[in-house]
T-cell receptor
Framework: GENVEQHPSTLSVQEGDSAVIKCTYS??????FPWYKQELGKRPQLIID?????GEKKDQRIAVTLNKTAKHFSLHITETQPEDSAVYFC????????????FGGGTRVLVKP | GAVVSQHPSWVICKSGTSVKIECRSL??????MFWYRQFPKQSLMLMAT?????????EQGVEKDKFLINHASLTLSTLTVTSAHPEDSSFYIC??????????FGQGTRLTVV
């Protein structure tokens, strides 16, 4: 199975600054890497994902980069806003492919106004 | 995106009783659904894979006789926590995919065993 490590576990940034969260994975066959945002007591919401055939994907203020050789991928949030405060989880397929996921440990992001 | 609905959203039960949680895919059919457990301030841990028409497969360390899973139709999977104890108190959440890579999550169920 897959092993996913996520850092940092907590991240405090000033509003308007950027936030970066990094994850590493163990299975070189993994080909899909989603990022989820979870607010307290709610379900994880998919915010962006990337497949292994590309190195970067952007959606407005968020972007994900993937380095297959090093087996790591990162979430970048620019111009952070207070509503970005939440717990963010990276994930990778449990068995290389599909929507059965192994999650990273999570990063609690606090955006200070 | 696809809609996955989970019920109830919260439940309080007495120690020793059983609790059933439902997970429904509302606008698609799901031959496979997944059940996760999340303790406070921790990540989501996969418990089991629910397979329509066949037995669920459980991850290591998860007791299949305690966490009964039934996937009798293509739109419904149920998780029954049997003989619940306070240590079973957690956030249980299901997910399903619509054939592709993306996993859609239910709202989650907060179980409190007193």
């Amino acid at each position: 199975g897959e092993n996913v490590e996520q850092h940092p576990s907590t991240l405090s940034v000033q509003e308007g600054d950027s936030a970066v969260i990094k994850c590493t994975y163990s299975d070189s066959a993994s080909n899909y890497f989603p990022w989820y945002k979870q607010e307290l007591g709610k379900r994880p919401q998919l915010i962006i994902d990337i497949r292994s055939n590309v190195g970067e994907k952007k959606d407005q203020r968020i972007a994900v980069t993937l380095n297959k050789t090093a087996k790591h991928f990162s979430l970048h949030i620019t111009e952070t806003q207070p509503e970005d405060s939440a717990v963010y989880f990276c994930a990778a397929p449990f068995e290389a492919a599909g929507n059965k996921l192994t999650f990273g440990g999570g990063t609690r992001v606090l955006v200070k106004p | 995106g696809a809609v996955v609905s989970q019920h109830p959203s919260w439940v309080i039960c007495k120690s020793g009783t059983s609790v059933k949680i439902e997970c429904r895919s509302l606008d698609f059919q799901a031959t496979t659904m997944f059940w996760y457990r999340q303790f406070p301030k921790q990540s989501l841990m996969l418990m089991a894979t629910s397979n329509e028409g066949s037995k669920a497969t459980y991850e290591q360390g998860v007791e299949k006789d305690k966490f009964l899973i039934n996937h009798a139709s293509l739109t419904l999977s149920t998780l029954t926590v049997t003989s619940a104890h306070p240590e079973d108190s957690s956030f249980y959440i299901c997910s399903a995919g619509r054939g592709g890579y993306t996993a859609f999550f239910g709202q989650g169920t907060r179980l409190t065993v007193v």
